[in-house]
C-alpha cells in the first residue's frame, strides 16, 4: 500500500534532519533495501552502497552545515532543495546548492537523484584546479573514481568513518 504524500515529505524531511545530526544510519533507514541513488559524483549506487555513501560522507565532515527547503511530495515522487557547507579534506570550504528528486515505495525512498554543478564544486573544492581544470571530462572522472574508490574502502573496512 503506498504512503500518503505527508508520509513521503517527512521521509525526506527525516533525511536530511538526520544528515544535519550527521547521523549515516537514520539516513540509511529512510531508504528501501533496493534504493537507487545518482549525483554527479556517485554516478549510481544500489543498495547497501546508498547507506554506506551517506555514513561515510557524514561521518568524515566535520563542521557540516545542512539546510533544506521545498519539499514537496505526493504518493509517489517528490523534490526537495538542500544546500551543504562543509570543509572539504584539502581545507577549502564548499558551499553546494543540490536539487534533489525522490520516487517512492511504502513511505521510503526508492530512488534518489541530485543534481548539482559539479564545476562550480570543483572551483571551490579544488581551487585553482578546479577553475582552470574542473569542467573537463578528466578531472570529472578522477573525482568519480576517487568517490568509488573511497565508498569501496569505507565499506569493505566495515562501514566506519575514514580519519
Given at each position: 500500500?503506498?504512503?500518503?504524500?505527508?508520509?513521503?515529505?517527512?521521509?525526506?524531511?527525516?533525511?536530511?534532519?538526520?544528515?544535519?545530526?550527521?547521523?549515516?544510519?537514520?539516513?540509511?533507514?529512510?531508504?528501501?533495501?533496493?534504493?537507487?541513488?545518482?549525483?554527479?559524483?556517485?554516478?549510481?549506487?544500489?543498495?547497501?552502497?546508498?547507506?554506506?555513501?551517506?555514513?561515510?560522507?557524514?561521518?568524515?565532515?566535520?563542521?557540516?552545515?545542512?539546510?533544506?527547503?521545498?519539499?514537496?511530495?505526493?504518493?509517489?515522487?517528490?523534490?526537495?532543495?538542500?544546500?551543504?557547507?562543509?570543509?572539504?579534506?584539502?581545507?577549502?570550504?564548499?558551499?553546494?546548492?543540490?536539487?534533489?528528486?525522490?520516487?517512492?515505495?511504502?513511505?521510503?525512498?526508492?530512488?534518489?537523484?541530485?543534481?548539482?554543478?559539479?564545476?562550480r564544486w570543483t572551483r571551490q573544492a579544488l581551487g585553482p584546479l578546479?577553475?582552470?581544470?574542473?569542467?573537463?571530462?578528466?578531472?570529472?572522472?578522477?573525482?568519480?573514481?576517487?568517490?568509488?574508490?573511497?565508498?569501496e574502502a569505507f565499506m569493505a573496512d566495515g562501514m566506519t568513518a575514514?580519519?
Amino acid at each position: 500500500m503506498p504512503a500518503d504524500a505527508s508520509a513521503n515529505a517527512a521521509t525526506v524531511n527525516r533525511l536530511y534532519e538526520a544528515f544535519s545530526r550527521q547521523d549515516g544510519d537514520a539516513m540509511a533507514a529512510c531508504y528501501t533495501p533496493d534504493a537507487h541513488f545518482a549525483d554527479p559524483v556517485f554516478s549510481h549506487l544500489f543498495g547497501d552502497e546508498v547507506g554506506a555513501m551517506w555514513r561515510m560522507l557524514s561521518g568524515r565532515a566535520e563542521d557540516l552545515e545542512i539546510e533544506h527547503s521545498q519539499v514537496e511530495a505526493d504518493e509517489e515522487s517528490g523534490s526537495a532543495h538542500w544546500e551543504a557547507s562543509y570543509t572539504f579534506r584539502n581545507g577549502r570550504h564548499v558551499h553546494n546548492v543540490i536539487e534533489a528528486t525522490f520516487e517512492f515505495r511504502d513511505g521510503l525512498i526508492a530512488d534518489h537523484r541530485d543534481w548539482f554543478d559539479l564545476y562550480r564544486w570543483t572551483r571551490q573544492a579544488l581551487g585553482p584546479l578546479g577553475f582552470f581544470l574542473g569542467w573537463t571530462p578528466v578531472v570529472h572522472r578522477r573525482i568519480r573514481f576517487q568517490a568509488r574508490r573511497d565508498l569501496e574502502a569505507f565499506m569493505a573496512d566495515g562501514m566506519t568513518a575514514p580519519e
